[in-house]
């Protein structure tokens, strides 16, 4: 007679417990050296329990068929020319964004968990990390295979790794993935399961692939819900570090409440940028950064906060700042993107009549009074030739590092946030509040941030002038500038027309 | 919005293998709300929602591992709880 075969929960206790032992040659605190001194206090591994429950032999056989379907898709994109279905090829200035400022924290994850993989002392969260550290692998590997596509027809694909390491705008992401990565492994996983993936990862990647769907993007469409398929697995495991360290000892809350603080706040800056793709980079949107926002975190984030209330954690700091500044940030960083857009490694546009009317209509408080006349302004000044670039190089915040942009949107939201701090004798900038509290906290760690403006003054960024630095970034003359009259819109057109002919014919 | 304070949602994509889930969810929970959006499909509900095995394999017609639902699931929010007979979300 077969033996009978075991139940979920069965198979999952056998694959992670017993799997690790109490060692005897080696002291416990020699090898896992880690887990102890960032102050949480763990009674009790085997009270870490992963509600997936996801064997070994089920992850393999499920995710094998995940590749299956995304790289049949990726070959039928290809072979049919799939690059010809997008709304309008500007709109891969998102995609170019999102290869070179996303795909390489995919990346920064893979490594991040794999450490956490071998250095959690508890074996059930160890293969929970391991096996997220597989999954962010296959996500960076996923993506670069999907986007190589678009990069044998348009320009500023070329280097997304090599870029990440050194671009201006491309510090916020590094920055973001490095701060976490260079924390202890609580703090890591608080960080990226939690405060990115659980809390804000859905703004990312669902309203964002959902454009991707609007927009004719098949290829994207489909590694980013491939992907997000193993994000639904990874929230699930932030939300149960969370309960797992609160529940374990009383002194773990306030540690947990500050890295949910401060993590919830660098990654919601990062966010920023996904604003402006939202609202701006993707031809036709399918629902708003404010709406987005309303929806994932002021509704799900406060049933999330509200159920973990029950152990005394509480919203993250300057959430209310966050709720109010989204009805600003899209417009404030395609602003900077667009005064700047001599110096991005993707095409920028003005937003048209179409895309100003919709931002009237989500935007009903503050696109008209604040930001439609600086856009039109700017689209008189190109119709008659005055239009200029910005010549000076921002002020950057120490911790967020993208450009003093944000504004004191409850109070007065045409006055630039600045917040400025001392420590060893030398002055600290901030965007916020936020930022200023991360740096107080631990400023031996933020005084060494790699600051792209201030490297460019320091004479490490290729040389003093822009067509140096832009050349240290590998950014080829072409990759720059407006949409209009570029390469990519150039070929765009010229696709176009002769799919026209073909009509015609 | 205090209404909407403890919501659960499930969003699948929108293709032929997240059908069947769709429609047990739709026969098992009277309160869910559906909402079809480019390329995936959002099912929320007050406080608890489940799939249950047993539904989804009368429209199927086959056996349905539970964690097949990995194969097309692009989000979710609320604590989960999975065993062989169905997968449930809630808020405590």
């Known amino acids: 007679m077969p033996a009978k075969k075991l139940n979920l929960r069965k198979r999952y206790e056998l694959l992670t417990r017993g799997m690790g032992w109490e060692t005897t040659y080696q002291k ?11 102050g949480i206090k763990i009674t009790d591994w085997d009270k870490w329990e992963d509600p997936f429950r996801l064997t070994m032999d089920a992850y393999w056989k499920f995710q094998a068929e995940k590749e299956k379907k995304l790289y049949a898709v990726i070959d039928s994109f290809a072979q049919n020319n799939g690059q ?57 590997q996923t993506q670069v295979h999907t986007i190589s596509h678009y990069n044998k027809h348009f320009n500023g694909l070329h280097d997304p790794f090599y870029q990440f390491d050194r671009v201006w705008y491309l510090s916020v992401p590094k920055s973001f993935a490095e ?23 859905n703004l990312l990647f669902v309203p964002f692939m959902s454009g991707a769907a609007y927009n004719g993007d098949m290829a994207t469409v489909t590694f980013g819900f491939s992907a ?19 529940e374990q000892h009383e002194d773990n809350l306030p540690i947990v409440q500050r890295w949910m603080d401060k993590h919830f706040w660098r990654a919601y800056r990062l966010l920023a940028l996904v604003a402006a793709m939202q609202d701006y980079m993707l031809t036709n949107s399918p629902m708003s950064w404010k709406e987005a926002w ?46 700047l857009g001599n110096a991005t490694g993707f095409h920028t546009f003005l937003p048209t009549e179409e895309k100003m009317a919709w931002l009237s209509e989500k935007y009903p408080d503050t696109f008209d009074k ?36 944000f504004t004191e949107v409850q109070t007065d939201p045409m006055q630039i946030s600045y917040r400025v701090t001392e420590h060893g004798g030398d002055k600290y900038h901030f965007c916020s509040d936020g930022c200023k509290d991360i740096f107080e906290h631990e400023p031996e760690k933020y005084v060494q941030a790699w600051l792209p403006v201030h490297q460019i003054f320091q004479g490490n ?7 140096e630095v832009l050349e240290w970034y590998k950014f080829a003359p072409e990759d720059s500038g407006d949409y209009i009259g570029s390469q990519d819109h150039a070929r765009w057109q010229e696709w176009k027309g002769a799919d026209k002919k073909v009509k015609e014919a | 919005m205090s209404d909407k304070k403890n919501t659960v949602f499930l969003i699948v994509q929108d293709n032929e293998d997240a059908r069947p889930i769709i429609e047990a969810v739709e026969q098992d929970n009277s309160a869910v709300n559906i909402q079809y959006q480019p390329g995936l499909v959002r099912m929320e509900a007050p406080g608890r929602l489940i799939v249950n095995r047993e539904t989804v394999e009368e429209e199927i017609g086959r056996e349905w591992d539970v964690q097949e639902l990995h194969l097309v699931l692009i989000s979710l929010a609320g604590n989960v709880d999975e065993d062989e007979d169905k997968f449930e979300l809630s808020w405590h």
């Not at chain 1, 416990?28 to 960032?38: G, I, L, N, R």
């Not at chain 1, 960080?191 to 990115?196: D, K, M, P, T, V």
Request: glycine content about 8%; some cysteine; hydrophobic content about 40%.
């Open chain 1, 28 to 38: 416990m605190d020699d090898v896992f050296p880690y887990d102890s001194f960032e």
């Open chain 1, 84 to 140: 010809t279905n997008l709304s309008d090829a500007s709109y891969l200035s998102a995609i170019k964004l999102f290869i070179t400022g996303v795909t390489p924290i995919e990346y920064a994850a893979h490594r991040g968990f794999a450490n956490l993989g071998r250095h959690f002392r508890g074996d059930g969260a160890r293969v929970a990390c391991q096996m997220q550290a597989i999954d962010e692998l296959r996500h960076q």
């Open chain 1, 179 to 201: 701060d976490a990565m260079t924390a202890g492994p609580f703090e890591f996983i608080t960080s990226i399961s939690f405060a990115f993936e659980y809390v804000l990862t």
């Open chain 1, 228 to 246: 997000q398929s193993d994000e639904s697995r990874h929230m699930t495991l932030g939300l149960e570090i969370i309960k797992f360290m609160l």
């Open chain 1, 294 to 339: 309303d929806v994932y975190f002021v509704e799900n984030g406060g049933a999330l906060f509200e159920d973990l209330s029950r152990y005394g954690l509480r919203m993250p700091k300057y959430h209310e700042l966050a709720t109010a500044e989204a009805e600003h940030v899209s417009h404030q960083v395609w602003s900077v993107f667009c005064s």
């Open chain 1, 370 to 405: 604040y930001y439609r006349p600086r856009f039109e302004y700017w689209a008189k000044q190109k119709e008659e030739g005055t239009f200029e670039y910005q010549k000076g190089l921002p002020q950057l915040c120490q911790i967020c590092q993208i450009p003093m942009i």
């Open chain 1, 461 to 467: 960024c290729g040389g003093p002038t822009l067509p």
